[in-house]
């Protein structure tokens, strides 16, 4: 039985990050100004628009976040090269990271959206650098077109060659692209609940992704 478990953690632990990806980007979305936690492009796309419009102050609420995840990808990859071979306390420090700062956005008012937003892109681009591939697959769990891209390749390739390796990565991406939308889901509905504590949803997905990182190296 406790083979069993650890076999099953990474792939469980994977597919958790991804649903707390979804709920980041859902509760960043939904309740703090209709900004992407991890959906950087679309952030991109509205700060084009709004200098195109001329809306200045419109366009900092867009860049914060897009810079944040910069120095999100920055951090978890000085962490991760700090670490060396010990993979293991690079994960639980990421995640940990990850916890804390979510934690905290939690405790901030509206009025306070830019610091919240650019805080949940932080940890959304510390996870996509330090969890940005599974088993060899280069995937994300914290955005979905690449994984999107790959289900699709994947698919068509089996349906060409009939190759089994095939099948099972174009399944895998798509039960990626299943649990960031039930994070999502999650997201909504914590939004409608609990306001701006719903982030703390996110906390408790990743405080499983603790235990698991744990229970794998064991």
């Known amino acids: 039985m406790k083979d069993t478990i650890k076999k099953a953690a990474p792939l469980v632990l994977w597919l958790l990050l991804a649903m707390s990806g979804g709920c980041m980007d859902a509760y960043s979305y939904l309740f703090r100004e209709q900004v992407f936690?991890?959906?950087?492009?679309?952030?991109?796309?509205?700060?084009?628009?709004?200098?195109?419009?001329?809306?200045?102050?419109?366009?900092?609420?867009?860049?914060?976040?897009?810079?944040?995840?910069?120095?999100?990808?920055?951090?978890?990859?000085?962490?991760?090269?700090?670490?060396?071979?010990?993979?293991?306390?690079?994960?639980?420090?990421?995640?940990?990271?990850?916890?804390?700062?979510?934690?905290?956005?939690?405790?901030?008012?509206?009025?306070?959206?830019?610091?919240?937003?650019?805080?949940?892109?932080?940890?959304?681009?510390?996870?996509?650098?330090?969890f940005g591939e599974f088993m060899g697959r280069r995937a994300a769990t914290t955005m979905c077109i690449g994984n999107l891209r790959s289900m699709v390749h994947n698919a068509m390739d089996f349906a060409f060659g009939k190759d089994k390796v095939h099948r099972k990565n174009a399944v895998f991406f798509a039960v990626t692209i299943l649990f960031f939308t039930i994070g999502a889901v999650i997201g909504n509905l914590f939004v409608q609940g609990l306001g701006t504590y719903a982030i703390w949803g996110s906390c408790a997905i990743l405080l499983a992704c603790l235990g698991l990182i744990c229970i794998k190296t064991a």
């Open 37 to 130: 936690a991890n959906a950087q492009t679309g952030n991109i796309l509205l700060l084009g628009v709004n200098l195109s419009t001329g809306n200045f102050a419109v366009c900092f609420r867009y860049f914060c976040p897009i810079l944040a995840f910069v120095l999100g990808i920055m951090l978890a990859y000085l962490i991760c090269r700090l670490a060396g071979k010990h993979v293991r306390t690079a994960k639980l420090l990421v995640v940990g990271g990850e916890i804390f700062v979510l934690f905290a956005v939690a405790f901030m008012p509206q009025s306070a959206n830019v610091i919240a937003n650019a805080m949940i892109s932080l940890a959304c681009g510390m996870q996509l650098e330090c």
